[in-house]
């Protein structure tokens, strides 16, 4: 057995590619090339395609693989299937230690990975309870790892660890006829089992393998090196590729920082194959990246699986099954499939499934326009209904589980489809493949299912249907992608057997890249040092953390002739990045802001000036916007086009996710609702927690770690300030209160003061809280000076127009943060020259509004990054077209 020991970019893949070719050369099979992973297997395999070798695909395969027909009778438990039997051992041991958080899918899920990673080091359930006894959690492991795999057992499934160990018994026994060379490469490390089966290997054929400077690389050496095997180090081969740093402000303007450099590229003469994109993780960047390079018209391929339960094809199926389930109820059993309902004409919970059902189908697939505005025909709503009219009785019937799975693979009989249309184009024909792809998984996921339950008594859909669930939300989808001349885009693992002229590495901040590396809660770095005591190598958090480095060596390496590093300067809040240390002495470099341009999908009309011009629909304006509240004119005058997507078409921005539900928006509502209902001496404790139990209930709230973060910064926030309020001693205290007066003839406005207090002579104290740091609040006073803000001046209007008072103050407090003095009004003089400015760009707001005046014209450029509308906004051409207007006059 030879290793070759070197750092990346030393030549070690090359070696073993030169011996692997010069064995194609002279016609030879009796070799067989391993790697890691299946996209790793194709690369080589199309690399030496293309070099004009002619070979069985055989020759080049996964470790996995090979050893496949060694242990066939020992089948391999799939992750979703392992998750089951975790979820079903949890439940049935109810270990004291895990009673909390037995029921709970991402405990489960821990544990199942954990048991994945022990077995893979060769660790069974007997030697883990042998060996780890002074962890927290160990005993309580130990028992559900011995009921995990008495189960695989009762089902003939084994786990990676037992089925490796019995693949190298049969290659011992059995031997490996018609092969005398084994070549790995693309291996970072071997586990216990791994090494069994080279060891095996080894006595049947020359072996030859490659391994790189990983952390754990010297134990591993060292064992091969016991078994007889040498060493061969190489040095790294001299290649200095330009490498530049580039530092766009945002994640998304990193992206199309990549796409703009890329079309660069190309314009040059590159080829799109010559260039890759690495990343060291999925999340937050292949969205990003596939966005940006949608709309600058960049191939690309992407080497990331999706989950599958978020394919519209697996939605639609759920749905199904959902709808069966609650009786085609959906306003109360499925709020995630929500849509407006306006102008369908369909009343009962029969036709809003119909409609629901159709609204749903996957891209491409069924005409789904009766989302908007025309109804649907009455007709084809009668006609689908009839035909779902068979499911009814599922809901009723009690089936053994392989019945249920052969029953919901009939669901397929339901996804029509348009016929295709030709000629088609690669994307229409990736859409045809994923639909394909997708349902085969699904009926897939059914059998792993039926398989775990095995011969369980007779269930209803709902107990199936759970366990379904469970499996679908674990499966990842990956399509077959085959086109060659695209960008690719990878993660760090991914790439190493590639080799590219240009290659981007991406994300290169502290905590992403690097990744931030915890200590494993379930198994410490204590209890992993005892079992390498005994030979069980298990990565402590260290080693974990020190892989880190030799991956950002490895990513820049893959480049030929340049690198481009690049990292956001700020995250979503605006506020400054840690960048990653890996890039001390890279010196950034300017982004490219212009020169190349997103590439239209279609030919368009020449830019017009943004202003409607058609009396009827500015007769529609005026009628909508009869009245104007502060918050509306405010966003008028930040920019005319956003004021006309939120307010004129009423454009709703995406739900935020799950676990960014607490935003800004709802933290600031609940303190104002407790602020306002709070008086002297009352417990701010108890009305703040009914207030936010509330929240969590109406906006659907996700408990957690950061919701539960957030919740005591608020309540502190809120103690604090509360704390400091004076009495208000004889003043009459006025809260939340609404008002509507005429600004002018035909102008409205109304709206809700936070707070006002009147005195004995009739004067007014108006406080406003805004749920920002007092930074924030200085900045918005400048804003009103600067002539951007209105509600300040339109509430002194409002309380002395409406409620006949003499205002002596306006103040703003921050709730936020350190106690700061609150900004505003408080002279006659400067309250005045408040409400007149305000009086004066209300009105002329409402006269622009009404005129059809709807450009994009940010007055703070910084805000477009936080706008909704910001990927349908034409503000860069928008400057060139008024420009051009003025040369024309």
């Known amino acids: 057995m ?33 790697v890691p992973t299946a996209t790793m297997a194709e690369h080589v395999r199309n690399q030496l395609a293309r070099e004009g070798f002619v070979f069985r695909r055989t ?22 299937a392992l998750l089951l039997v975790v979820e079903e ?20 899920a821990a544990v199942a990975r954990l048991i994945d990673e022990l077995s893979s080091a060769g660790c069974g359930a007997r030697q883990f309870a042998d060996s780890a006894s002074g962890g927290s959690y160990d005993s309580a492991l130990a028992a559900v790892y011995s009921a995990v795999e008495a189960t695989l057992a009762a089902h003939g499934w084994a786990l990676r660890g037992a089925r490796l160990e019995r693949a190298a018994s049969e290659i011992a026994s059995r031997g490996i006829a018609g092969i005398d060379l084994i070549l790995l490469d693309g291996f970072f490390t071997f586990t216990d089992p791994e090494i069994a089966v080279l060891a095996a290997l080894d006595r049947q054929a020359e072996v030859v393998l490659t391994l790189p400077p990983w952390p754990t690389g010297d134990s591993v050496r060292g064992r091969l090196a016991e078994l007889g095997a040498s060493e061969q180090a190489l040095e790294k081969t001299y290649r200095a590729p330009k490498c530049i ?109 119909a409609f629901k059902v159709r609204e749903c189908m996957p891209a491409k697939g069924l005409d789904a326009l009766c989302a908007t505005a025309r109804p649907v025909d009455a007709i084809e709503v009668a006609t689908r209904l009839e035909a779902l009219r068979p499911l009814d009785e599922w809901r009723s019937l009690t089936l053994a589980p392989g019945e249920w799975a ?11 489809g348009p016929p295709p249309e030709l000629p088609a184009t690669a994307e229409k024909v990736m859409l045809w493949r994923a639909d394909a792809a997708a349902v085969s998984a699904f009926e897939k996921c059914l059998d792993e299912t039926a398989g775990v339950l095995g011969d369980q008594e007779p269930m209803p859909l709902a107990g199936f249907w759970e366990e379904c669930r469970t499996v679908l939300s674990e499966t990842r989808l990956r399509v077959a992608d085959r086109r060659r001349n695209v960008v690719h885009v990878m993660d760090v693992l991914e790439a190493r057997q590639w080799e590219l002229p240009v290659v981007f590495v991406c994300g290169l901040l502290e905590k992403q890249f690097p990744l931030y590396v915890s200590q494993d809660p379930l198994l410490g770095d204590e209890s992993r040092a005892r079992l390498t005591e005994v030979g069980v190598r298990l990565a402590t958090t260290a080693e974990r953390q020190g892989e880190e480095q030799f991956l950002f060596d490895l990513a820049i390496s893959r480049a ?26 890279y010196p950034e470099t300017t982004p490219k802001t212009a020169g190349v341009r997103p590439r239209p999908k279609r030919p368009r009309a020449p830019e017009r000036t943004p202003v409607i011009f058609d009396e009827s629909l500015r007769g529609w304006i005026r009628d909508r916007h009869a009245a104007f509240s502060p918050s509306r004119i405010e966003s008028f005058l930040q920019c005319p086009f956003q004021f006309f997507g939120r307010h004129t078409l009423g454009l709703a921005a995406a739900p935020p996710n799950p676990k960014e539900r607490l935003d800004p928006l709802v933290q600031g509502t609940i303190e104002h609702e407790v602020v306002a209902a ?49 009495e208000t001693g004889d003043r009459e205290v006025r809260t939340e209160v609404p008002f509507k007066f005429e600004l002018s003839d035909g102008v409205t406005v109304g709206g809700r003061i936070d707070r006002f207090e009147v005195d004995a002579a009739n004067n007014a104290f108006i406080v406003d809280y805004k749920y920002s740091s007092a930074t924030r609040l200085a900045a918005r006073m400048k804003e009103h000076n600067e002539g951007r803000r209105v509600q300040g001046g339109l509430y002194v209007i409002a309380v002395e ?44 707001s409402a006269g622009r509004i009404r005129e059809g005046v709807i450009q994009p014209d940010p007055a703070d450029t910084a805000q477009c990054e936080y706008c909704e509308f910001h990927d349908c906004c034409r503000v860069e051409t928008m400057a060139q077209v008024l420009g051009a207007g003025e040369e024309a006059e």
């Open 245 to 353: 740093l580039v530092v766009p402000p945002t994640v998304d303007r990193e992206a199309e920082e990549i796409a703009r450099r890329v079309l660069e590229e190309t314009s040059h003469g590159r080829l799109w194959r010559e260039i890759g994109v690495v990343v060291r993780s999925e999340l937050p960047y292949v969205p990003a990246l596939r966005l940006a390079f949608d709309r600058f018209g960049v191939p690309a391929r992407f080497y990331f699986a999706g989950p599958l339960s978020e394919h519209a094809v697996v939605r639609y199926f759920s749905l199904l099954v959902d709808g069966i389930l609650s009786g085609w109820d959906f306003e109360t059993s499925l709020p995630a499939f929500e849509m407006p309902l306006s102008g369908i004409g369909a009343t009962d919970a029969g036709d809003r499934f």
């Open 560 to 585: 030929t002739s340049l690198v481009v590093l690049s990292y956001p300067r700020y995250d979503a809040k605006g506020d400054a990045n840690l960048r990653s240390f890996f890039l001390e002495g």
């Open 89 to 108: 051992a949890l439940q049935r041991i109810q270990r004291a230690e895990f009673r909390e958080v037995a029921g709970m899918r991402g405990f489960a």
């Open 801 to 844: 127009q409406v409620f006949g008072l003499h205002v002596a103050e306006m103040l703003y407090f921050a709730l936020r943060g350190k106690l700061e003095k609150p900004r505003g009004w408080q002279t006659d003089e400067d309250l005045r020259v408040a409400a007149g400015q305000a009086r004066q760009l209300t009105l002329e």
């Open 59 to 80: 020759l080049v395969e996964t470790l996995s693989r090979f050893v496949e027909p060694f242990a066939a009778d020992l089948p391999l438990v799939s992750p979703e």
């Open 406 to 416: 052969a029953r919901l693979r009939a669901l397929r009989t339901y996804l029509e």
């Open 678 to 726: 709070w008086r002297h001496g009352a417990d701010v404790d108890a009305l703040f927690k009914r207030t936010f139990d509330k929240a969590v209930e109406e906006a659907k709230l996700v408990p957690g770690h950061r919701t539960e973060a957030m919740r005591l910064e608020m309540l502190g926030n809120l103690r604090r300030f509360l704390a400091a309020m004076p």
């Open 2 to 34: 030879l290793i070759l020991v070197g750092p990346p970019g030393s030549g070690k893949s090359h070696r073993i590619l030169e011996q692997a070719r010069a064995r194609l050369g002279a016609g030879r099979s009796d070799f067989r090339l391993l």
